[in-house]
C-alpha cells in the first residue's frame, strides 16, 4: 500500500507563503492523478486543485492566481506553492492520489494524514 506524507503547514501571517509538499512511498507503484484537499473546522473537505500525470492542471476558483500545483515525477513528489494567504484559506490540507499497484496490479485512491496551514495575524 503506497503511503502519502505530507509536510510544509504551518502558521503564517496574511499575505505570507508557504509550500506544502505530498511524497509518495511504496514498492512497485504508478501515480495518476494527484489532488490537493482542505478541510477547514464545520466545513465540507473542499477539491483546491488537479494535477494529471502529465502535468495537467486545474485550481479552483478561490485560490487561483494564487496557488499553483506542480509534481516530480521522478520523486513521487506533489507540491502546492501558496502565495498571497488569506485567512480563509486556514485549514488541514490533505494530498490524494490514484495509485497504481504493479504486483499485484490494482488500482485505488490513497489519502495522506494532513497538514494544517494557519493564517493569522
Known amino acids: 500500500q503506497v503511503q502519502l506524507v505530507e509536510s510544509g503547514g504551518g502558521l503564517v501571517q496574511p499575505g505570507g507563503s508557504l509550500r506544502l509538499s505530498c511524497a509518495a512511498s511504496?514498492?512497485?507503484?504508478?501515480?495518476?492523478?494527484m489532488r490537493w484537499y482542505r478541510q477547514a473546522p464545520g466545513n465540507q473537505r473542499e477539491l483546491v486543485a488537479t494535477?494529471?500525470?502529465?502535468?495537467?492542471?486545474n485550481t479552483a476558483d478561490s485560490v487561483k492566481g494564487r496557488f499553483t500545483i506542480s509534481r516530480d515525477n521522478l520523486k513521487n513528489t506533489m507540491y502546492l506553492q501558496m502565495n498571497s494567504l488569506k485567512p480563509e484559506d486556514t485549514a488541514v490540507y490533505y494530498c490524494?492520489?490514484?495509485?497504481?499497484?504493479?504486483?499485484?496490479?490494482?488500482?485505488?485512491?490513497?489519502w495522506g494524514q494532513g497538514t494544517q496551514v494557519i493564517v493569522s495575524s
Open positions: 490524494n492520489a490514484d495509485i497504481g499497484d504493479y504486483v499485484p496490479p490494482r488500482d485505488y485512491e490513497a
Open positions: 494535477i494529471t500525470r502529465l502535468g495537467s492542471t
Open positions: 511504496g514498492r512497485s507503484f504508478s501515480i495518476n492523478t
